[in-house]
């Protein structure tokens, strides 16, 4: 795989666009929206109770269970379409994973504030598949020490961006509201639950 890192420091993202065909996309994206157990729960953030302002699932290998802002999830079995995406960026980047979250972002309404994907259970320096389906939506990268060192990217229907090395420790990424946005948005991000 061929690809530009698109961090300047301190990290590895790699994206490719059009990972997916559009006909492979559009499939996956009917697909997923109807038949994926979507739930949308509770996350506790700076100690107050607030619904998830997105829809999301859990999938992955047995007993790779996976904990974050107060929410415990244990996984739901892959289903067909899962598995062959896992294989094809498993393929294409070396790297194997085990479970995989999904995010459902229903309109522009609906986002993921700055965090980072550092959980104990990811192990050390993890590497994280992500791809997206349905309406673009734009990604933002912060640095974690560095305010002022940022960039952007749009996540296109049917890409892939392959974050690994220090990029998670190092760096913040969000995707913000954006009222304007009428159409969805599928994000998977496969991981590998190390405990």
């Not at 697909?31 to 997105?54: A, D, F, T």
């Not at 159409?183 to 496969?190: A, D, E, L, P, V």
Request: no cysteine; charged share 20%; glycine share 8%.
């Amino acid at each position: 795989m061929n690809s530009v890192n698109i961090l300047p420091a301190d990290g590895e993202a790699y994206f490719y666009p059009d990972f997916f065909s559009v006909e492979e996309s559009d499939r996956l994206w009917m697909s997923l929206r109807e038949n994926i157990q979507w739930k949308q729960e509770p996350v506790i953030i700076m100690g107050k109770e607030i619904m998830q302002p997105r829809l999301t699932a859990w999938y992955g290998d047995k007993g790779k269970s996976y904990s974050y802002t107060g929410i415990s999830m244990d996984p739901l079995p892959w289903t067909e379409e899962l598995m062959m995406i896992k294989e094809r960026i498993t393929a294409a980047s070396g790297h194997a994973f085990n479970s995989a979250l999904l995010n459902y972002y229903r309109d522009g309404n609906d986002s993921v504030g700055w965090h980072r994907d550092n959980e104990k259970s990811l192990g050390i320096n993890p590497t994280i598949g992500s791809v997206s389906f349905g309406t673009p939506r734009t990604f933002h990268f912060r640095h974690y020490r560095d305010k002022q060192l940022k960039t952007k990217i749009l996540l296109t229907h049917g890409s892939f961006l392959l974050m690994t090395g220090a990029t998670q420790h190092n760096w913040l990424h969000s995707i913000q509201k954006e009222p304007k946005i009428t159409g969805g948005r599928i994000n998977i991000t496969f991981r590998t639950i190390t405990r």
